[in-house]
């Protein structure tokens, strides 16, 4: 498993013991989660006063993940978007307002689109379709291919969050405390569902709800339909990091250091941790690997 930290540091992990195989350091901040795909680890770094890094501006890195070597890397604008990597493509966007497309294996640029807005969230792809919000309350989806814009939507909230797509829909949050849903074909308004805080935190989807937290301190299951809320549960900090799915179960952390595990269909309580803030929970190799304020924890099904 592969772990990008705050102070630019990415971890592989083995994740059986949990000791370190390997690390990388970026000299910049690593604000975004590292992809496999294609027999190699990709991740972006940022340059950012906030962990004294001297990386300016941005960069995207290809790793071998057996051994950390770097087999390719570009400098590119200031990035905390998570690469995303498709046949062969691998898509990242920047606070320079780019969105590029490279070629996985070799690094070689296939394409390049301007959106003319700062880019902080990931990009998602769906229907041949490259989906993504810019810091000027614009949605915009571009062929993945040629990175011509397909439509943009303005006049909504600056985006954080990255988009979830599903059955023809474009599921995401804004800092203008609402949820949207928009055509995935078309860019027009299905719903919006307002919230009492930002919503920095990327929607999860499971059995036709959209699941999201505010920071409000809520975290809300809307109707994918409608945007009507199936039940809410109260935290007690803000939430800002992406919530996961796990066997019905809805993970999601919050700012005071808490995890929360709700059951998908009534978001009674679970389980909590006294420990995480912004990514929940991931599974694999039998267990559930929860996320921690520089800890990983590894948790193994009762017998």
């Known amino acids: 498993m592969f772990e990008e930290v705050f102070d630019g540091r990415l971890y592989s992990i083995d994740p059986a013991t949990g000791h370190t195989r390997w690390h990388f350091t970026s000299h910049g901040c690593g604000w975004s989660s590292p992809a496999l795909a294609d027999h190699l680890v990709f991740a972006t770094f940022i340059g950012n006063d906030e962990c004294h890094a001297t990386l300016q501006g941005g960069e995207i890195v290809a790793f071998s993940p057996a051994t950390g070597q770097i087999r390719w890397r570009h400098t590119i604008g200031p990035s905390e978007s998570s690469p995303l990597v498709e046949n062969g493509t691998l898509y990242v966007a920047d606070q320079d307002g780019y969105v590029y497309a490279f070629d996985a294996r070799s690094g070689h640029l296939r394409w390049r689109s301007d959106t003319g807005a700062p880019i902080k969230a990931s990009p998602s792809l769906a229907y041949g379709r490259i989906y993504v919000g810019t810091y000027a309350g614009e949605m915009l989806a571009l062929d993945a291919r040629t990175g011509r814009v397909a439509w943009r939507s303005s006049g909504h909230g600056n985006f954080y969050s990255t988009a979830a797509v599903n059955a023809g829909h474009v599921y995401v949050g804004s800092l203008d405390d609402h949820v949207y849903a928009f055509?995935?074909?078309?860019?027009?308004?299905?719903?919006?569902?307002?919230?009492?805080?930002?919503?920095?935190?990327?929607?999860?989807?499971?059995?036709?709800?959209?699941?999201?937290?505010?920071?409000?301190?809520?975290?809300?299951?809307?109707?994918?339909?409608?945007?009507?809320?199936?039940?809410?549960?109260h935290a007690t900090a803000p939430i800002s990091g992406a919530a996961s799915v796990i066997d019905g179960i809805v993970y999601f952390s919050s700012f005071d250091h808490r995890t929360y595990g709700l059951l998908g269909p009534s978001g009674r309580l679970r389980a909590e941790w006294p420990d995480?803030?912004?990514?929940?929970?991931?599974?694999?190799?039998?267990?559930?690997?929860?996320?921690?304020?520089?800890?990983?924890?590894?948790l193994r099904p009762r017998r």
């Open 183 to 233: 055509s995935a074909r078309t860019g027009a308004v299905l719903w919006s569902s307002g919230t009492g805080g930002y919503v920095y935190a990327s929607p999860a989807l499971w059995h036709g709800l959209v699941l999201v937290g505010s920071y409000d301190h809520s975290f809300y299951a809307l109707d994918g339909g409608t945007g009507s809320a199936r039940w809410t549960y």
């Open 276 to 298: 995480g803030e912004y990514s929940p929970a991931v599974a694999g190799n039998g267990r559930l690997y929860l996320v921690g304020l520089g800890r990983i924890y590894a």
